[in-house]
């Protein structure tokens, strides 16, 4: 079996929750970079990092590593996931993985020429009970699917500098919290919806504070979406079939799924440890490098990410 090393770019709050949670027998984190090596020493030190890098190309130009982690902010993505790529990287790379359908398709096609993986960092593709629900709703357990909610509400304070009403920063709803909904909608989908309508409010600096979309696919199949920036909303997914509902609390990161039968039956199925959601981040990513599980979480990025370009273009039509 392969040794992997980590490196990791970006050294803000999901990369510390990261390297946390990083628990792997195969695998280690050998370094980190920061614009200041001052910061990335700090890290490294806090962390029992070996090595701690003052530039991103820095890490990038190290032979030994083998897998980098992206945890800058969005509207950097796509410059050092192309970077990583390029200097023959595996690449896992935080959500939103680009700002939209372009950018994703160059990194696709560039992780393809060079024979590498490149994968978002998103819980819901990785947790272990959307697998296993998975298996149930293709046994026709169920009937046939109906309707999805995702709704996802977060309160930040309405300060225009900070990132999230920060345009410069790719600020807004929908590239933050959105990807999570819009990621729990397609993965029951059975095939890739359209944006039907979708409507939004935007923050004093523009960007999105809160929207609500309807999507449907060619089969009928539909979905509600519901985002807000400046107000809280249960992260409470439901999925309704013919013959049952699914009920899907803390949706992000679940480990827990209720299931409402028509004839009056509640079923409650388990499966994973929400505590360890980005290990199993990790662990996919190394199974996916290994070619022990296939790249299928990628495909469900991009058309996420075509689902928020539709969103997007929606609003300023």
Aim: charged residues 20%.
């Amino acid at each position: 079996m392969k040794y992997y090393n980590w490196g990791i770019i970006g050294l803000g709050e999901i990369a510390t929750s990261f390297t946390n949670s990083f628990q792997q027998e195969n695998s280690q984190i050998t370094a980190v970079a920061s614009r200041t090596l001052s910061k990335a020493v700090a890290f490294a030190n806090e962390h029992d990092i070996p090595k701690a890098y003052g530039s991103f190309e820095a890490l990038l130009a190290d032979q030994a590593i083998d897998i980098v982690y992206i945890a800058v902010p969005n509207r950097q993505h796509i410059e050092h996931i192309l970077k990583a790529l390029a200097a023959g990287k595996h690449v896992l790379c935080e959500k939103a993985i680009t700002m939209n359908s372009a950018e994703l398709t160059q990194a696709m096609t560039l992780a393809e020429e060079k024979g590498l993986i490149l994968a978002e960092a998103m819980t819901i593709f990785n947790m272990p009970l959307y697998q296993k629900l998975r298996s149930q709703i293709d046994s026709n357990r169920f009937g046939k699917l109906k309707m999805i909610q995702a709704p996802f509400g977060s309160y930040k304070e309405p300060d225009p500098s900070n990132r999230f009403f920060n345009p410069d920063l790719a600020g807004g709803a929908l590239l933050d919290i959105g990807t999570y909904a819009v990621s729990f909608a397609r993965w029951f989908f059975t095939s890739q919806p359209k944006v039907i309508a979708s409507v939004m409010q935007p923050f004093s600096t523009g960007v999105d504070e809160q929207s609500a979309t309807i999507l449907q696919n060619d089969v009928q199949e539909m979905a509600t979406v519901s985002l807000s920036f400046q107000a809280k909303m249960p992260k409470q997914g439901v999925v309704a079939f013919e013959d049952a509902y699914i009920v899907i609390n803390e949706y992000p990161r679940a480990d827990e799924a209720k299931i409402f039968f028509n004839d009056g039956t509640v079923e409650t199925i388990v499966s994973g440890d929400s505590t360890q959601a980005l290990n199993y981040e990790i662990t996919n990513m190394i199974k996916m490098i290994e070619g022990e599980i296939s790249n299928r979480s990628l495909f469900l990025t991009k058309d996420v990410i075509d689902l928020l370009d539709q969103m997007q273009q929606n609003w300023t039509n």
